[in-house]
């Protein structure tokens, strides 16, 4: 039994009780209110109604009332009171009424209203519910039931409930947030976003269910600690949890259990071809014992397995000769029918391949791709696998390459996809394979020498092609050489413009974006996608935002994908364009939907680059903690797919989020050391990560040299973006000397963003408090909350030099309020101002009551104090703001917009 294993709950009862504070604050209400007499929990199998129940008695209990708890089965129902032996006196009567009086009196006993948690109340027995009926009537005892949902009350609950005293409370499965927080409160850490969606899906929000899965997939090794995050490794879809074999599935007729093999083997099926094997009635049975679903969807009517989870259970216990006669079967009368409709394809070869190890191989081919336009790649890889069997074949070699590389398995990927390039003979599967293992080369073993020398190749068999100069492009961009970059798309004539669009952020006539001619083709997918990276990391942002757009229109519209693979890889690259334009809300919301679509089908590699972008969005709002938990899980999620060129750029990002909180992360040992300007990658993330890291470590000079060297580097190979982001860190750290530079840099740069980051820099520079008090108020409505209170606290500092204390205390007031939503932040320019002392919530609340002109006595009956208390309050809110009386007030803590 591994260690992981060990520290899951045994049972339900040792699960941490989250997610019902609604439920468990109905059954308070109730209890606290004399009239009511009872609660009723009801929910299906497995919702916690149990628990719920134990967790309000403990609650009861330790507020002073007196708790019993009664399980009412079927064997004590058949002796009258016998599930209520906990409440009878050792000896009592038998006359009914004195036996009542016995055990109101053991009751009772004085003090709060007692309580009586019964489980599974329509199991008691009649004479049982009469007494606590009674009890609950007459003598005040507050009665709280669990029932399965759907099942009749009892007379007595209904009567109560005609009356209006019995209150019930259901229990709803959970949503994503309530399994969030159980599989973190369980497994003791942070669980990765795509096992959080993975688990939600297959338990359905029951906890019971989610409790068994979590032991199998820790038990099986599909659910994996990975540094500190609790990663996801293969499908839950595909666990047998023998801990729920519903007793259902035991007792079917065999028409009806045939019915639910199929399904489990087949999938979602046409409602016909359930009724091949089963009479509409016994479909019928099946739905109302809720084993089955039915829906109507474009004119057709499907059937599947009401729950995904029984599909492992029914598989394992059906015979291999059932289940390839099902499979073949069902693919007999598909194929019967045309097998014309959408997936059809898909459905055969993997019904083939399970029935009988082998398929046709176009076939295979034509249904890995089809799982590729889907975004499966464990199916993807399994059917090019197959067809590859069969004979060398490009499509099924670059598909096979690219899943196993997706999978981090590039020892088998990369011999995979050099046969495939080998073999290639038209221009197309020439380009195609070359991009493919160009790609692998350089994000999957970090080659970029070799990966450069596959596109040369290429190049030398099929002449100049565009899929051929955009990944080159690319490449360079991701190795930080972006002015290389850009002159290869301008030297090569594919990339000519076929015409124009006015840059969103530009300035002037001239800030125009060129699109490449054609718009269907991969090629023109990838020149887009390798524009658009060109585009951000030369500044060109806002024009990146559209190309971006115009990428993932254009890339989902494609029918073959042998080169370009997964449309939703733009999205994150969206959510970073939108963050260096100065859109930081909307970076965020679209990072988060595309991580939500994504998560549908998860892409191996994008489940840690969608935390990634979420990391650098949260940091640049002023979110270090959220941001070091994103940078983490994208580590993790690296770590887990083996990706190593996303893990050292989330690990640079857990260092610098780190550095933001005043600290030097652990990982920060695991740095590389810094690359020189003639470095085949130029990781500039990482050599801020090792520049902050070195402020915290105590050597300013150290890690300003090491961000001024970086910075002349990177606008020397057109990396403005980056170029920007030094220099703003060297004037946040103090180093004014270099806002022209700043201010040089950010000219070049689309977007308000840099704009902002520039006019705060030479406020700085010229100590001009009210210019920095402009551009840290821009700064704020961008969202860069963090940087927008480094910038009030330098105006403070410069309104104090200037002897101007009311608006050195406002502006110090207004970086305190921005900077106690920024998680803790440390940065330099949050510095503890020289005499600032902030407001408490009670003062503060007082103080604006106040601004806004309400009087002390108006202000007592508001916050239930005496006058004299607002009035000391107030003394002390002016000693603390360094102004003399309430008419000073708006001017300090009331927005200009409001005066």
């Known amino acids: 039994m591994t260690a992981a294993y060990r520290r899951l709950p045994m049972s339900l009862s040792g699960l941490p009780f989250v997610g019902r504070r609604a439920e468990l604050s109905a059954l308070r209400s109730a209890l606290r209110r004399p009239t009511v007499r009872a609660a009723v929990v009801t929910g299906p199998p497995g919702a916690g109604k149990s628990r719920t129940g134990e967790e309000f008695l403990l609650a009861a209990e330790q507020a002073g009332h007196r708790c019993w708890r009664i399980r009412a089965t079927e064997a004590a129902a058949a002796v009258p009171l016998l599930a209520l032996a906990p409440l009878l006196p050792p000896q009592h009567a038998d006359d009914p009424v004195e036996l009542f009086r016995e055990v109101a009196r053991k009751v009772t006993g004085g003090g709060p209203r007692p309580v009586v948690l019964v489980d599974d109340a329509h199991r008691l027995d009649p004479t049982s519910l009469s007494l606590l009926g009674l009890l609950a009537e007459q003598a005040g005892l507050f009665l709280t039931a669990t029932l399965p949902a759907e099942t009749d009350l009892p007379e007595i609950l209904r009567t109560w409930w005609r009356q209006d005293t019995l209150r019930h409370v259901p229990l709803d499965p959970f949503g994503p947030q309530e399994t969030g927080e159980l599989l973190h409160a369980a497994l003791g850490g942070p669980v990765a976003a795509p096992a959080r969606a993975a688990f939600d899906t297959a338990g359905g929000g029951n906890p019971l269910l989610l409790r068994e899965l979590l ?46 093999e199929l399904l489990a083997h087949c999938g979602p099926v046409g409602l016909d071809d359930a009724l091949h094997h089963a009479t509409a009635d016994a479909l019928a049975d099946l739905e109302e014992l809720d084993l089955l679903t039915v829906w109507t969807d474009d004119r057709r009517t499907h059937a599947a397995l009401a729950h995904a989870w029984h599909a492992p259970l029914l598989r394992a216990r059906t015979t291999l000769v059932r289940a390839r006669t099902l499979l073949l079967g069902q693919a007999s009368r598909v194929r019967a029918h045309g097998a014309r409709r959408g997936g059809d394809e898909l459905a055969l070869a993997c019904w083939d391949l399970d029935a009988t190890g082998t398929a046709c191989p176009d076939l295979l081919v034509r249904a890995a791709g089809q799982a590729l336009r889907s975004d499966d790649v464990p199916t993807m890889c399994r059917l090019a696998r197959a067809a590859l069997l069969h004979g060398p074949n490009v499509a099924a070699g670059l598909m096979l390459g690219e899943a196993l590389g997706q999978q981090g398995d590039f020892a088998e990927a990369l011999p995979v996809l050099r046969d495939a390039f080998a073999a290639a003979r038209t221009e197309t599967d020439v380009a195609a394979a070359a991009v493919t293992l160009a790609t692998t080369l350089f994000y999957g073993v970090e080659h970029p020498a070799d990966a450069m020398a596959v596109l040369t190749e290429a190049t030398t068999r099929i002449g100049p092609h565009p899929a051929l100069t955009a990944c080159e492009a690319t490449l360079l961009t991701a190795a930080g050489r972006t002015a290389e970059a850009q002159r290869t798309l301008t030297h090569h ?57 115009a990428a993932y229109a254009a890339h989902r519209r494609l029918a073959d994908r042998s080169a370009v693979y997964y449309p939703a890889r ?43 972008a979420l990391g650098r969005i949260a940091l640049e709002r002023g979110r270090p903690a959220s941001a070091l938990a994103h940078f983490r899980e994208a580590r993790a999620q690296a770590r887990l797919r083996r990706q190593p060129f996303v893990e050292r750029r989330a690990l640079a990002g857990a260092v610098l989020a780190a550095a933001h909180l005043g600290q030097v992360a652990p990982e920060a040992a695991e740095l590389d050391g810094p690359a020189g300007p003639d470095a085949p990658v130029r990781a500039w993330d990482t050599v801020r990560a090792q520049a902050w890291a070195t402020l915290c470590a105590g050597s300013l000079p150290t890690a300003a040299a090491l961000l001024r060297s970086a910075a002349g580097h990177a606008l020397a190979d057109g990396e403005v973006t980056a170029a920007v982001a030094m220099l703003d860190d060297l004037v946040r750290w103090g180093v004014v000397e270099e806002a022209d530079a700043l201010a040089a840099a950010a000219a070049r740069m689309q977007g308000p963003y840099a704009a902002a980051r520039a006019e705060l820099a030479l406020a700085a520079g010229a100590g001009r408090a009210d210019a920095l008090e402009a551009a840290a108020e821009r700064l704020a409505g961008l969202g860069a909350d963090l940087r927008a209170a480094e910038g009030f606290a330098a105006a403070a500092l410069a309104w104090q030099a200037a002897g101007h204390r009311a608006r050195s205390a406002r502006a110090a007031q207004r970086s305190q309020d921005l900077a106690a939503g920024c998680e803790g932040a440390a940065t330099p320019g949050l510095t503890p ?27 007592a009956a508001e916050c239930v104090l005496s006058t004299r208390t607002v009035d000391n309050h107030l003394a002390r809110i002016y000693r603390k703001l360094g102004i003399s009386n309430r008419t000073e007030l708006p001017g300090i803590l009331l927005p200009a917009a409001v005066l």
Request: glycine residues 10%; neutral net charge; charged residues 25%.
């Open 493 to 549: 004539p594919a990339a000519a413009p076929s015409a124009d669009r006015p840059a969103t952020g530009g300035s002037g006539p001239a800030a125009v974006t060129k699109l490449p001619a054609g718009g269907g083709s991969q090629g023109s997918v990838l020149e887009l996608q390798a524009r658009l990276r060109v585009e951000m990391a030369s500044g060109r942002v806002a024009d990146a935002v559209e190309t971006c757009r």
């Open 570 to 612: 733009n999205l994150y690259l969206l959510a970073v364009a939108l963050l260096e334009a100065g859109r930081l809300p909307e970076g965020e919301a679209a990072a988060r939907e595309g991580q939500a679509a994504m998560l549908r089908s998860p892409v191996p590699a994008l489940t840690a680059w969608f935390p990634w």
């Open 833 to 859: 101002l020289p005499g600032a002392d902030p407001l408490s919530s009670r003062e503060r609340e007082i103080a604006l009551m106040a601004a806004r002109g309400r009087t002390s006595r108006e202000i």
């Open 215 to 260: 032991r199998t997939a820790v038990t099986a090794g599909t659910l994996r600690d990975i540094r500190g995050i609790w990663c996801l490794d293969g499908s839950l879809d595909q666990l047998t949890v023998d801990g729920l074999v519903p007793d259902l599935l035991r007792g079917l007729p065999r028409e009806q259990r045939t019915v639910l």
